[in-house]
Each structure stands twice: as C-alpha cells, then as structure tokens.
C-alpha cells in the first residue's frame, strides 16, 4: 500500500510540475505592458472573377511598441482547395512552386502553402499598392501609426467564386522577422465597407474575413537581447550587466560569435558575406544592446536621470528603436531631452510606464557599434514628497525592453546603496545657475 502511495504520490509531483511549465509558458506570452496588443490581418474579397476572387490583405500592427524591423515581415497560410496565385500588386510570393499544368501563362504562385512578402521601396508604380512597399517594416502603433499598416492585392484562381463555395485559407504564420508570432484561425466577420473621396458613397467587400496574431518573446528566442546597467551621484559603484545576460564569450556552440574592439581583423569580420547573422563585441554581458540609468542630479524639487543606449552590434543599425520604461516617478515627469515620449497607462489610472523613442532624423537611428553606436537623453522628475526617496534602490528602473523584448536587470540586491539615510544633495536651480555665472566672471576676469 505505501509503495502504490509513493507511486501515486511521485506521479502527482510529475503533473504538478508539468502544469507549472505550462503555465510559464502561458504567462510569458502574455505582455502586461501592451495586453490588448496584437497583429491583425484582414482579408476583403472587393469581387469575384470567373475561377475564384480578388482579395485585399492588410496587416495592422495593434502593438503599442514592438515594430517589425528589415528584412520585414512575411505572412504564410494553407490553402484548402487548388487555388492558386494568378497575379499580385503591392507584395510577392517568394517561390512560384509547380506550375507545370498550365498550359499558357502560368500564374504567380502555385504552391499550396506560399509565403507572401512586401515589396521594396523604390517598386514602380503599376505594381504598387496602397501602404506597400515597405520592404516590409512596420512601425509599432503609438510611434507611428500611420505607417503601421500594410497591404497587397492578389487574385485567386480554382478557388470557389461566391460566399458558399470558396473557402478561407488555415494555418497563418507571421515572421517578424524572426519568429515569435502565433496567429489564430481567419473568421468570417462583417464586410468592410469603402468610403468615396467625398464621403458620399459606401461600397462593401464581397466577404471579410480576420484573425489575430500575438507574440511570445519565449517563443522568439532563448536568449534575452538586451541588459540595464546602472550608477548614481551618491554612490561610486557602478552596477554592470549581468555576467551572461544574452550569453557567454567561451560558448562552444556559438564559436566566434563575438569580437575584440582592438582586433586587427575586425573590418574583414564585419564586411563578411554573411551580414544578417549578428556580431557583437566581446563583453561579459555579450548583449547587443546596452541601456545604462545614471541618477545624475538631485535638486530640491526634481531630480535628474541620464540614459545611454549603446549598440554592441557590428553589424546591425537599429532604425526606429524604442524602449519602455516602468519607474513609479513617470506620473511627475516634467521633461524629456532629445527624445520622444509618451506615457502607457497598460494598469488604468496608475501612470508608472513610459515610452520613448528617437526623434525623425536626429537620433532616431542607432547605428552600429562604434563611437557613434550610442543615443543619450536625460530626464528631469518633479519630486513627490509621499513617495520620493534614494533609499532602497527607489531611483532606478522596476523594468526596461528595448524594441519590445524585456531586458535583463540587475538584481535588486545590487542597485547602488545611499551611503547613510541623513545623506542629501540638493542643488537649486538659481544656485546652479548662479555659481556658474560666477565661474564665468571670474575665468573673464583672469583672462
């Protein structure tokens, strides 16, 4: 009887366990910074031809910061008859397939699983389509949403010609441009209907179907691709990545996945034929991306932070980046340097979180690594008496993801400390102001 209770018991802690994974792994996909945030691709049927349709496809990025970086998105599906691609505008499918039945023309793609992909910038006209020819990219919502859409329009023959014969295609998948997206099936949902220039005409689709994609940053890779570093006025330490963040320099399985700044063959590592494939400098942290928070200042009624993003990457630039923020001090941030924000309010009233990125040909691109490879702000908060405090780690950030993904922190264990709890340094504005004009005085009056 105890050995079948142990049995019983061993068992139970197995499911238990697996459960537990599971559930991990749920959670890990859900995002509570953007919960309602998703890809939606809508498919309108705008009319039938004599052996199928022709449809518009869209794809609205719903997400409020994770954008699709080059080499761009790619959208596939399963067709549920024979249907074929005859033709296409504003996108392509990337192979053709067997296409050998067909005596004359043959049609754009006749496989039964394509992969659709965007058109370059620079496409002529006649085979462009409205929100096309992005290569691909789309920018996240709140940043850009008037580029955060993309369309083509393709015709499809043997497929079925009215609402009853033809049949929605199954088992969507999106590259973003690597993997990370999981789509749902495509339902029939109202049709979508067109307003005329002057707004005094309403046409509607034939059908419309839908269906959303989410991501999973699980899914997307094992490895975190960005870390937080952190230092302050009040304390000399200065808090590193953590050691392995998104991986180590002696992995075997990776082998010259890094390289030395000082290596004399750097140039000819970086101009390889390979340059999808990334190539970081070599760091105990070994991310791409670094994102650095010094508390530079403490006045009397605001306090002052400085941010660093700094691209480890020999190889990549990052177009359109943007990093979310969570500190509890966001609801009394007075201003932003060199930089884009917005606040996210993903928990209703509570104002903790927000979102900033690089100001349209300023520092919006952050380019490789090198002396330029870095983008710096600073921000100024107005303090609140009921909650301010350089105690406890209070300054720094709860969290940060650069491009979506959530960047490895320190411990909290490790945030540099206030060296006493009397220790304060206040600095008034018009004392600053004017010991630096008396520096100035003083300097001319030397001169």
């Not at 505008?89 to 039945?101: H, K, L, Y």
């Not at 006045?299 to 020999?314: A, H």
């Amino acid at each position: 009887m105890g050995f079948l209770l142990s049995k019983v018991t061993s068992f139970a802690t197995v499911l238990l366990f697996g459960l537990c994974c599971f559930s991990f792994t749920s959670t890990d996909a859900y995002d509570p910074l953007d919960p309602s945030g998703n890809i939606t691709i809508k498919w309108d049927i705008k009319s039938w031809t004599a052996d199928g349709y022709v449809a518009a496809v869209t794809i609205y990025n719903y997400q409020q910061y994770r954008h699709i970086q080059a080499p761009g998105w790619s959208l596939g599906w399963t067709w549920m008859k024979k249907e074929v691609i005859w033709d296409m505008v504003g996108g392509q499918a990337t192979e053709q397939g067997d296409c050998s039945r067909f005596k004359t023309t043959p049609p754009h793609c006749c496989k039964r699983k394509p992969t659709i992909i965007d058109l370059l910038p620079g496409t002529p006209y006649n085979q462009q389509y409205s929100n096309c020819c992005k290569g691909g990219v789309l920018s996240s919502w709140m940043q850009d949403s008037a580029n955060a859409a993309a369309s083509f329009q393709l015709s499809v023959g043997q497929a079925g010609t009215s609402n009853r014969t033809v049949k929605q295609p199954q088992n969507f998948t999106l590259m973003g441009p690597g993997p990370g997206y999981t789509c749902g099936a495509a339902k029939v949902v109202k049709p979508t209907k067109y307003f005329t220039a002057d707004k005094r005409r309403v046409s509607q689709a034939m059908m419309t179907w839908k269906l959303t994609c989410t991501y999973s940053q699980f899914l997307a890779q094992n490895t975190p691709a960005c870390c937080v570093s952190l230092s302050s006025f009040y304390n000399d330490t200065v808090v590193p990545c953590p050691t392995c963040s998104c991986g180590c320099q002696n992995n075997v399985t990776h082998p010259g996945s890094c390289v030395e700044p000082e290596s004399p063959y750097l140039a000819s590592v970086v101009s390889a034929a390979d340059k999808n494939l990334p190539l970081v400098r070599c760091t105990h942290h070994m991310c791409p991306i670094r994102v650095h928070w010094h508390v530079k200042l403490n006045y009397r009624e605001y306090w002052r932070v400085k941010i660093t993003v700094t691209n480890f990457d020999y190889r990549r630039n990052y177009s359109d980046w943007n990093m979310v923020i969570q500190h509890p001090n966001f609801d009394n941030l007075t201003q932003v340097f060199s930089f884009n924000s917005k606040s996210l309010t993903p928990y209703g009233t509570i104002n903790d979180t927000a979102m900033l990125w690089g100001i349209k040909f300023y520092n919006d691109m952050l380019v490789h690594s090198g002396p330029l490879g870095n983008v710096q702000s600073e921000l100024l908060f107005r303090k609140n008496p009921a909650t301010f405090t350089f105690e406890k780690g209070w300054a720094f950030p709860r969290r940060i993801s650069f491009n979506g993904d959530a960047c490895v922190m320190p411990p909290p264990d490790a945030f540099p400390y206030l060296p006493n709890a009397g220790f304060r340094q206040y600095i008034s504005l018009l004392a600053l102001i004017m010991i630096s004009a008396s520096t100035f005085a003083f300097i001319y009056a030397c001169a």
